[in-house]
């Protein structure tokens, strides 16, 4: 069975939207564990209802070390690492160790409104502001940078002249919603080949 470890930091909706795809057979791989950065992340109760292994590695506590300490958890018990709504940088050996098999998900068309500092409500306000007519997500490959890995999969919405922020960001979750569970399936069912800046995927 594929297994995947997921990375939160909050209310876990992408969390959420992986296991009611597994609970419906669209996925056919196992939460390994969740392991959230900080305390009272929801994401964490999301899990515990399913009865997965849930951990803890306060991004406070553990500082720099916070990815060697995520990397003890994860090494040899996951085939993928989802970050979904993540909002650590992973740094050093876990990029070594899971080199093309870390995956993030953006509320953003990359490169648009992406990078340090933008995330959460930030990049819907970025977008809004700017008067971009389309937005969307994207899923990406983790690499060394802050949302610069090559991309997997892009999701539009429209963006009209009365969203605000939050009507823009509710509409752009729900497409995040799809498109992580669709990369997950993607690259548990082996049709993802990255080339350098790009991502083939393939038939059966
Ligand atoms: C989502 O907008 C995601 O794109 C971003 O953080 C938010 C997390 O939402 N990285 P949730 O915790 O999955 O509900």
Do not use: W
């Amino acid at each position: 069975m594929f297994r995947i470890a997921v990375l939160i930091s909050g209310g876990g909706s992408n969390l959420q939207s992986i296991l009611d795809s597994i609970d419906s057979g669209y996925l056919k791989c196992s939460i390994s564990c969740v392991i959230s950065d900080r305390e009272g992340a929801f994401g964490i109760e999301r899990a515990r209802a399913k009865n997965i292994m849930t951990y803890i590695v306060d991004r406070k506590i553990y500082g720099n070390s916070l990815s060697d300490e995520i990397l003890k958890i994860v090494d040899g018990k996951a085939d993928l690492i989802v970050l979904a709504g993540f909002l650590s940088i992973l740094k050093g050996d876990i990029l070594k160790r899971f080199n093309g098999r870390i995956i993030n998900i953006h509320p953003s068309l990359i490169p648009s409104f992406s990078g340090p500092g933008m995330h959460g409500i930030k990049v819907h306000e970025a977008a809004v502001n700017y008067g971009v007519k389309v937005s969307g997500c994207t899923v990406h490959f983790v690499d060394e940078g802050t949302d610069t890995g090559p991309i997997l999969l892009q999701r539009t919405v429209c963006v009209n002249d009365d969203d605000t922020p939050e009507s823009l960001q509710k509409k752009v979750l729900s497409e995040e919603h799809k498109a992580l569970s669709e990369a997950v399936k993607l690259i548990s069912e082996g049709r993802v080949t990255v080339m350098g800046r790009k991502v083939i995927i393939g038939g059966f």
